[in-house]
């Protein structure tokens, strides 16, 4: 039997980063005014978009 330690698992994400549930930009990228409009969008049920600043 050989194991190998250092299989990569392509099915395992190497970086679980947050997600938000309105935009596709991680929650790292909203500022406080983002995350409320975020949060609003997601709790309404809206599709406006987000304000996420993009560089
Ligand atoms: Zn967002
Ligand atoms: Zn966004």
Known sequence: MTTSPDTDLPDVPALPVPT?????HPL???DPIGLRFCAITTSRGMNRGCVCVST
């Open 20 to 24: 938000c549930d309105a935009c596709p």
């Open 28 to 30: 790292e990228d909203h």
